[in-house]
């Protein structure tokens, strides 16, 4: 059987960990909190070393915050790479641009060991196997981890070869904060006609899938005294807009394709996740 580890236990690697454990497959994981294993009591405990992961799995998906997280993950004297042997394949699952992408398959590349990018979707539900996997990668490795990837996700969808994920999966994001955007402007309109923008979101969110529709944020009031949970979850939403339209920027900068829906969502991402406006 696939042996695999996870490194980052937020909401998508926690969850991927829990599906991983319950097909018997997961032997390793690791935070930069080893408390946060407390949050997923079926996984075990944490190994307190990324290099640890590396030796205990020959799948290592990676589910941390940022590109730099993920090289940090990768390299150094703890790092994964240090138990680079053939037959390991890395999997990122975090969404990073594709000129970092290209920063991690050097990496990778230089250690011989194998790159998957799995742009992922439906975190909500990632501890239920609700993921959607859209991955890219060479033919090779991308068989060797499919047996991984079918035992917490939904489904999984090749979307092509190295790097494809990942364009794929900005290229969705484009959609989500688009609607976003869209949202926004739909209550703005409508708190300016007198109308109840909690119904409208009631008529939208009857038609949508479990992750919310254009009114996610809209159609819940804020009250900065009261609400901070609230208030650092659309923060969190904010930096995650951020940093993955500036991706799809950086992306379509590349290919020559502008992307002014993308500029204006970014630019106003404050408005579109509900803290201002």
């Known amino acids: ?31 930069l909190m080893p408390d946060i294993v407390e949050r997923w009591p079926t996984i075990g405990q944490v190994t307190g070393s990324n290099a640890a992961v590396g030796r205990l799995a020959d799948t290592i998906l990676i589910a941390v915050l940022s590109a730099d997280q993920v090289i940090e993950v990768l390299s150094g004297d703890d790092g994964v790479l240090t138990q680079a042997r053939p037959g390991m394949n890395i999997v990122v699952l975090s969404t990073v641009s594709l000129t970092d992408l290209g920063r991690i398959r050097v990496l990778t590349d230089a250690a011989g060991v194998g790159l998957i990018d799995s742009g992922v979707t439906g975190g909500p539900k990632a501890a239920e196997n609700g993921l959607i996997c859209l991955v ?23 979307m092509g070869g190295p790097g494809a994920g990942m364009a794929a999966k900005i290229a969705r994001n484009i959609v989500v904060y688009g609607s976003a955007r869209a949202g926004y402007e739909a209550a703005k309109l409508c708190r300016a006609a007198g109308i109840d923008v909690h119904q409208l979101t009631r008529v939208i969110e009857d038609s949508a899938d479990a992750v919310g529709g254009p009114m996610m944020m809209m159609g819940r009031p804020l009250d900065p005294l009261t609400d901070a949970g609230e208030g650092k979850l659309r923060l969190y939403v904010l930096g995650q807009l951020d940093k993955d ?5 950086d992306l379509g900068a590349t290919l020559g394709v502008d992307l002014p829906l993308a500029k204006l969502t970014r630019d106003t991402g404050r408005e579109v996740v509900g803290l201002d406006g």
């Open 136 to 158: 890219g990668g060479d033919e090779k490795p991308l068989a060797a981890v499919m047996p991984v990837l079918d035992a917490f996700a939904r489904s999984v969808s090749v």
């Open 1 to 31: 059987m696939a042996t695999a580890g996870v490194i980052g236990l937020g909401a998508i690697g926690g969850g991927v960990a829990t599906c991983l454990a319950r097909a018997g497959m997961l032997t390793a994981v690791n935070d």
């Open 245 to 249: 339209l500036a991706a799809a920027i």
